[in-house]
């Protein structure tokens, strides 16, 4: 096969194409994703690893932008290594290594956003790099290979209470936009809630709502779900979907949905419509029970399965760097 090599797509239109036939595709990797990412000020490449012969190892979108006397370089994700690549992972890894060119002071961190492979793993481990652990890098996850009657079970008793009672409530409507202009309008409704939500809150993130718009409403793995009471949008939530794993990915809401126990039923909703298409795990979006009770509270109430989230991996040439790095954000 001959030595692995990198090569520059980054605008061949068939990426999408491409990851979307592996087993650990996900939208991080994607060329929306990407085109998110470039607009808030990375500079993105998108990168195939092949062997000698041309046949494809891994494929990484990676991110960089300046900080201080160096670059932050990011990868989100990936590599999203193929079959043939999950038996030559440590290869993988060494020749972006030195694809990437990485300064004295540059800081790579890849971050598997939780389709982390065993062979990723090992050559994570291999090349030197440290994983970022914190009690904020948990999540909850639901099994959706149960039937809905064993699911419910398993439910807090007074979740499923409330639960029943948003179900028998007629002004309670879920809806799954679709069309473009529908899809649109959904996500103007979130961008209202959220920035309510995060004016109520007190809290903040880095999600850009302006820039995440257009790549939201067209990006065909994200499934919008809205609630309305009386015809009137009280919730979006926006899930990102692969074939076997869901993530609930975004959501936003007001005070009518508390008081409505639209939040229940909207994630019940999605949990029949996720098990329906033949997921077999629904992620609740990551848990703080500390810093954000409430939402903690809610999702145990479905779950109480929590796993350790795939960490971020922390690499740099320089390993007094690496260490203060790693010493840095573990502590966040």
């Known amino acids: ?49 092949r062997t000698g012969d041309g046949q494809a190892l891994a494929f990484a979108q990676v991110q960089r932008r300046r900080r201080t006397l160096g670059h932050i370089v990011l990868a989100q994700g990936c590599p999203i290594l193929t079959p043939l690549g999950e038996r030559r992972a440590d290869a993988v890894f060494r020749v972006l290594l030195d694809h990437l060119e990485l300064g004295r002071f540059d800081l790579l961190g ?12 090992l050559a994570l481990l291999g090349h030197g790099f440290a994983p970022v652990v914190t009690t904020r890098t948990h999540t909850l996850e639901l099994d959706l290979t ?18 029943r009672t948003a179900e028998s409530n007629p002004d309670l409507v879920t809806l799954y936009p679709t069309g473009p202009a529908e899809r649109q309008s959904a996500f103007e409704t979130f961008s209202h809630l959220y920035a309510a939500l995060k004016r109520r ?22 499934l919008f779900l809205e609630m309305r009471e009386r015809n009137e949008p009280i919730l979006v939530r926006i899930v990102h979907r692969t074939a076997k794993r869901w993530t609930d990915f975004y959501l ?29 795990v629904l992620d609740l979006g990551g848990i703080d029970p500390a810093g954000n009770p409430g939402v903690y509270e809610f999702k145990r109430g479905v779950s109480r399965n ?8 922390l690499y740099s040439r320089t390993r007094l760097l690496r260490r203060a790095a790693t010493a840095v954000l573990a502590t966040r």
Request: aromatic share 10%; no cysteine.
């Open 1 to 49: 096969m001959g030595q692995a090599t990198v090569v520059d797509v980054t605008d061949d239109p068939e990426w999408d194409a491409a990851i979307w036939q592996q087993p650990s595709a996900n939208i991080y990797a994607s060329r929306r994703w990407g085109e998110y990412k470039r607009l808030i000020g990375w500079d993105v490449r998108r990168l195939s690893i």
């Open 110 to 121: 890849v971050n598997y956003q939780q389709f982390q492979s065993q062979a990723a793993l």
């Open 146 to 163: 149960r039937d809905l009657d064993q699911i419910r079970a398993r439910m807090e008793g007074r979740w499923r209470d409330e639960l």
């Open 201 to 222: 809150k007190g809290f903040r993130n880095s999600l850009d709502t302006e820039a995440f718009r257009d790549l939201a409403a067209n990006d065909p793995n994200l």
């Open 252 to 280: 936003a809401s007001n005070a009518r949905a508390k008081a409505t126990g639209a939040g229940r039923l909207a994630l019940w909703r999605l949990i029949e419509r996720a098990r329906r298409e033949g997921a077999s």
């Open 306 to 313: 929590v796993v350790a989230a795939n960490p971020l991996w």
